[in-house]
């Protein structure tokens, strides 16, 4: 109403001066046009200036929106790329780490000489390696002599064996090594690689190197799938050479600072941290071409991912939504005023809608889409906008897929190193997955968060994995252990903890596989700690461990009825054991929830047994900190 009678007023002022004049006064001036004349004023004008000002906002909205999915296109790729070199890094070290401790247990020496090389432990370890992902095309094992046995779906050629003596030369002096992008193989049979390596050292002595050639083409493949949102992405190095791109339109290896948004890059060299958006010009003949580009850099490599686009595609639902405006702004003056409330109600309805869906979004709830039946510059943004929510949600679930992926291949490498240790001992072979099985079940029933079960689950799964470095005399001997071969069968949880200590993601776990032969009344191991001393992760596994010792067959005793086992166990519960663990272990018992298998205890199945709660009858405790439990 303000901007109606400011605009009237002036109308009034010019009536004045026309007078003298004496120009025609018409004798009445129809309502239909003061109605008209007023509700222009009143509606039309305010919404010609209101529309203007939410172009604007939006136009800006729009760019930021752009630069946004740019960015978050860039720290996609950077992350998957910085989440797949820590992987296969840790890999390494885990590897690292089972020869070191097969080295220990090897009674013929610590070392990689030529007769420790060639056990058939280490040939499967590293073909077991390779065949555990396709991203790894080849592995090579080196001891201090550069001698080494080999595995893969590929050659060295002359470039990636100067790789590997380079390679060699940092992992003697203790350096882990990320080599350069390489081409090999020629035409459909080509491949863009890259070696990774990581020394052997056992108490600060150089044993040999374990390097792995990994696949470029799981790079080539994401970056494949962003070039079908019209970007253009490709990956270089910290001197601006090109590492991998979506198209055969770069070749590995080429010179890209002649972008700008890679020169900016190499200059800002190994200090960049954060994504970085910039507007430049290119030159295609004597075409100027301008372009909107992000880097975000990989600082493990010292690499940058890139993707650009012609700001004429990138800012085209800008450039339409101007041109829509200003076509709508002209015809409101015209319409009638019915029309002109319709259509500010089907402007500010749909602009609701949008930023009910953006606050959405805003929340993390990528799922939303906006939904308007309009051929107006707003259509063009709810498509806009709808094309972002779909990309972000494709981003999203591609993030979270890579994260499931490196998990799966995380616990792959758990389950590989527990049947290692499995392995070398016949009689428990399955032992640790048994463990596992029951921790979880106790954990379960006891109430337990989900996080809780699943550092359970891996502390369970590696329980004995200091095993490995137990001398197979002492480890398969059939029959009872002296005191002296049972205190070096004890130092096992201490050598677990020692070996997996360096892996920060398995920190959690350590109090599990170091403590599970503690006892309430402080006569377990290593360090005698009483009741509440002793972690609940400990507690429970001991509990598991226990029901798996005494109802499997070993070289020192028979396998054990499981009612009588669990009989045995309550006879500990409060002594040895956790009475809420053990407590957990009836009830899943009880239920019919745990079945032994027939062949472990040579008995009658437990299904023969009766169904109801288990009788439990006092009887003499058995000695359960067997030298193989």
């Known amino acids: 109403m303000d901007t109606g009678r400011t605009n009237s007023s002036p109308r009034l002022g010019r009536q004045d001066c026309v007078l003298p004049l004496k120009l025609p006064i018409p004798a009445r001036i129809p309502l239909l046009y003061v109605i008209l004349g007023v509700l222009l004023a009143i509606s039309v004008l305010p919404m010609y200036f209101y529309s203007a000002q939410i172009e604007a906002m939006n136009r800006e909205r729009l760019k930021t929106n752009e630069m946004l999915l740019q960015n978050t296109v860039t720290r996609s790729l950077a992350d998957d790329i910085f989440q797949h070199q820590e992987t296969l890094r840790m890999i390494l070290t885990n590897l690292s780490s089972s020869i070191q401790v097969m080295m220990l247990a090897n009674p013929s020496g610590n070392d990689l000489s030529t007769q420790?090389?060639?056990?058939?432990?280490?040939?499967?370890?590293?073909?077991?390696?390779?065949?555990?992902?396709?991203?790894?095309?080849?592995?090579?094992?080196?001891?201090?002599?550069?001698?080494?046995?080999?595995?893969?779906?590929?050659?060295?050629?002359?470039?990636?064996?100067?790789?590997?003596?380079r390679a060699y030369q940092a992992a003697r002096e203790g350096r882990v090594y990320s080599g350069q992008p390489l081409v090999v193989g020629g035409g459909k049979s080509a491949r863009t690689v890259m070696l990774v390596s990581s020394p052997i050292m056992y108490d600060k002595r150089f044993l040999g190197m374990i390097g792995s050639v990994v696949d470029m083409d799981y790079l080539i493949r994401r970056l494949q799938q962003v070039s079908l949102s019209g970007l253009t992405p490709y990956v270089v190095d910290s001197q601006g050479r090109l590492v991998a791109a979506a198209t055969a339109q770069y070749a590995t290896g080429q010179e890209m600072t002649h972008f700008e948004i890679v020169r900016s890059f190499v200059d800002v060299g190994s200090k960049a941290q954060l994504a970085a958006t910039r507007e430049f010009t290119i030159r295609n003949g004597k075409d100027t071409i301008e372009m909107l580009g992000t880097y975000s850099p990989v600082t493990s490599l010292d690499w940058a991912v890139v993707?650009?686009?012609?700001?004429?595609?990138?800012?085209?639902?800008?450039?339409?939504?101007?041109?829509?405006?200003?076509?709508?702004?002209?015809?409101?003056?015209f319409v009638s005023v019915g029309l002109s409330i319709l259509s500010a109600r089907r402007i500010t309805n749909p602009l609701q809608v949008?930023?009910?869906?953006?606050?959405?979004?805003?929340?993390?709830?990528?799922?939303?889409?906006?939904?308007?039946?309009?051929?107006?510059?707003?259509?063009?943004?709810?498509?806009?906008?709808?094309?972002?929510?779909?990309?972000?949600?494709?981003?999203?679930?591609?993030?979270?897929?890579?994260?499931?992926?490196?998990?799966?291949?995380?616990?792959?490498?758990?389950?590989?190193?527990?049947?290692?240790?499995?392995?070398?001992?016949?009689?428990?072979?399955?032992?640790?997955?048994?463990?596992?099985?029951?921790?979880?079940?106790?954990?379960?029933?006891?109430?337990?968060?989900?996080?809780?079960?699943?550092?359970?689950?891996?502390?369970?799964?590696?329980?004995?994995?200091?095993?490995?470095?137990?001398?197979?005399?002492?480890?398969?001997?059939?029959?009872?252990?002296?005191?002296?071969?049972?205190?070096?069968?004890?130092?096992?949880?201490?050598?677990?903890?020692?070996?997996?200590?360096?892996?920060?993601q398995l920190r959690e776990m350590l109090p599990g596989i170091e403590l599970h032969h503690e006892a309430l009344n402080g006569r377990g191991y290593p360090y005698g700690l009483k009741g509440d001393e002793i972690p609940l992760l400990a507690r429970v596994i001991a509990v598991a461990d226990t029901f798996d010792a005494l109802t499997t067959n070993r070289p020192y005793q028979k396998a054990h009825d499981p009612v009588e086992a669990l009989r045995i166990i309550q006879n500990l519960s409060g002594q040895r054991l956790d009475p809420k663990a053990v407590a957990a272990l009836m009830a899943v018992f009880q239920r019919g929830e745990i079945r032994i298998h027939k062949s472990l205890t040579q008995m009658m199945p437990l299904e023969s047994a009766a169904p109801g709660p288990v009788p439990l009858q006092p009887v003499t405790p058995l000695t359960v900190e067997t030298t193989h439990t």
């Open 116 to 165: 420790n090389f060639l056990t058939p432990e280490l040939r499967a370890m590293l073909e077991n390696f390779v065949s555990s992902s396709n991203d790894i095309a080849y592995a090579t094992l080196l001891n201090a002599d550069a001698k080494g046995v080999s595995a893969g779906r590929i050659e060295p050629d002359a470039f990636l064996q100067r790789e590997l003596e």
């Open 307 to 333: 993707v650009q686009k012609p700001r004429e595609d990138a800012y085209r639902g800008i450039y339409e939504m101007q041109r829509t405006g200003r076509l709508l702004a002209w015809l409101a003056v």
């Open 354 to 504: 949008l930023a009910h869906s953006s606050r959405a979004i805003a929340r993390g709830d990528f799922s939303q889409r906006v939904h308007l039946k309009t051929r107006t510059e707003i259509g063009e943004l709810a498509t806009t906008f709808n094309t972002m929510s779909e990309e972000l949600e494709q981003f999203v679930e591609d993030l979270k897929r890579a994260a499931e992926e490196n998990k799966n291949l995380f616990m792959g490498s758990i389950q590989m190193l527990a049947g290692a240790v499995d392995e070398k001992d016949p009689y428990t072979r399955g032992h640790s997955d048994r463990v596992t099985k029951y921790s979880i079940m106790i954990a379960k029933e006891m109430g337990l968060d989900p996080g809780f079960l699943e550092i359970l689950r891996i502390s369970a799964q590696l329980h004995d994995v200091g095993k490995i470095g137990i001398e197979d005399r002492i480890l398969k001997k059939p029959g009872a252990l002296t005191p002296e071969e049972f205190e070096i069968m004890k130092t096992h949880t201490t050598k677990g903890a020692n070996i997996l200590r360096p892996v920060p």
